[in-house]
């Protein structure tokens, strides 16, 4: 749970990730967890692409264990903080 100090400063929503996303970001964190297992690869690489463009340049995105961007996307590259795996824009 997120304490109620940061949930304040949250924004939380539902989004079609086929649609346009216009008008969103730059997000510091993006989950989209156990969510791109259910697309095919050309999908996932449109869907990680907006994703990238939408993350601050020092933003995370967080997927579910079994997801990655390796060979889908190529902008982002995965970090380890402590015992959890997530993704960030290339330097």
């Given amino acids: 749970r997120v304490v109620e100090k940061v949930r304040k400063l949250a924004q939380f929503r539902q989004l079609n990730l086929m649609a346009p996303l ?4 730059p997000f510091d964190v993006v989950f989209l967890r156990n969510v791109l297992i259910y697309f095919e690869d050309p999908v996932k ?32 590259e995965q970090v380890q903080i402590e015992r959890t795996r997530c993704f960030r824009r290339r330097s």
């Fill in 22 to 25: 216009g008008g969103l970001g």
């Fill in 45 to 76: 690489r449109r869907i990680l692409g907006k994703v990238h463009d939408l993350l601050r340049p020092d933003g995370y995105l967080f997927l579910g264990g079994s997801e990655t961007t390796l060979n889908l996307e190529d902008r982002l």
